[in-house]
């Protein structure tokens, strides 16, 4: 009883901290609706305990998570089809590339199939009045995160298209959260697949989670957009709204076809993507694994304290750039554009500071191995050897906030590693990592790390949404440019939140 008691107040005082983060980063803290957060972080907890404690609820989302695996299995026959025995894990292995992308191909058909007969239409729908009676948020904004459940950042407005240039602040705040709070359809299936590893019944239980993490954070994308900006308009779409959807099929199959050729582009975006990101972390832990067994002495602590402080100044001076690059008189039609593109200055602003700041850390580690190597005094005390590396360095950094949410200390780091690759690189990247370190965690820290890397929310995310959310409303453009950080940030938290929840939960 006493363990429970603390497993609660543990929870509420994470989803406190994570708030009062929010609130750290608001423009108008005096505006907050309190009652509107609380709504919100009430309706999270309601459906966690109906999908993880109340039995009705629990059998419902055990059976779509089994529906998912079905499905899962129907994408098997027509990926044997085309490469056969390939597919066969005892004999050849989980091989990604025949195992999971090929879900994201099958998942996009049937999307586009769910769409264009209208049953996804009408399930947003169903979500979308709901929330807004509870929460009393505007039509518009609890449409385009409703949709964001199953669809992704770019596709998700394109619901609320009319609406999208007369929004407030805070409701554009909102659209943004919400397409980087959750994960497509298609990703999610090819999640399932990852985490499950083809064990049927545990694809099965991380289907029901992933499910009910996508559901969560979509009334924590409204308490987080409603305290980092809140609302101080009066916005057009009190009310429920109707969803607009272009259909650009002609019928069922035209739709499957369309969705299936969509599937094909993300699949190989995917596998180009990780192909390089994996092969850049390895470039980058190459030097690291060196200064990891250098021996720390002498003229060598003062000299990469400096690196680190030269190149976190050299960050915020490409901030500045980046910031009157932005605000310059724009380009006549004509006219030479500038040298230096003001988004040059921004990759290099974080490509900077990530580095600058992670030599800091380097500096502050070897200070305190003085005398030894940084591997020896990172493996002091550990069963397992400890090598430096990107993921090391990101996951001490980060530790704080995976015991936060809920993470045992043990497995902080590992799981800190994680969320750190999500935020920086994207989430596919951190649950292939997830996937290959599932041994090493407790089931409890797999669930947590399911849920708190279920979201879009990292840096390329914001050139996304300024491309895709601005391509629907050019006036738009610079607010969404504004709003950037905040929405990773929003994104994040609301990740957490629903770990955190859903975590207390898990050990009740």
Known sequence: MLAALGHILFGFFGLFVL??????????????DWRLVLTGISLQILFAAFVLKVPFGEAIFDWLGQRFVDLLEFNKVGSEFIFGKLLDVSAFGFIFAFQVLPTIIFFAALMGVLYHVGVMQQVVKGMSWIITKV?????????????????GQTEAPLTVKPYLEKMTESELMTVMIGGMAHIAGGVLAAYVGLLGQGDPVQMAIYAKHLLAASIMAAPATLVLAKILIPETQEPLTRGSVRIEVERHSANVIDAAATGAGEGLKLALNVGAMLLAFIALIALLNAPLK????????????????IVGVLLVAGAFHS??????????????????????????????????????????LLAVAALAANGATINDWLSAGKSV????????????????????????WQDAVLVGG?????????????????????????????VVAAYALCGFANFSSIAIQIGGIGGLAPGRRADLARFGLRAVLGGSLATFMTATIAGVLNLL
């Open 19 to 32: 708030v009062l983060i929010a609130f750290a980063f608001s423009n108008n803290r005096r505006s907050v």
């Open 135 to 151: 929460m009393n948020v505007s039509g518009a904004e609890t449409t385009s995160v409703c949709a964001s459940v199953f669809i």
């Open 385 to 408: 050897p400890v090598t430096l590396s990107l993921q090391t360095i990101l996951g001490y950094a980060l530790s704080p906030i995976a015991w936060l949410i809920g993470v045992p």
């Open 418 to 446: 994680f969320i750190g690759q999500k935020v920086v690189l994207n989430e596919f990247v951190a649950y292939v990592d997830l996937s290959k370190n599932m041994h090493l965690l407790q089931e409890h820290s797999r």
């Open 290 to 305: 060196s200064l990891g067994t250098v021996l720390w002495t002498g003229w060598r602590l003062p000299a990469l304290g």
């Open 319 to 360: 901030s500045k750039r980046a910031r009157g690059a932005m605000t310059s008189t724009p380009v006549a039609t004509g006219e030479t554009p500038p040298a230096v593109p003001a988004s040059a200055y921004s990759s290099l602003f974080w490509l900077l500071l990530v580095v600058g700041v992670g030599t800091l």
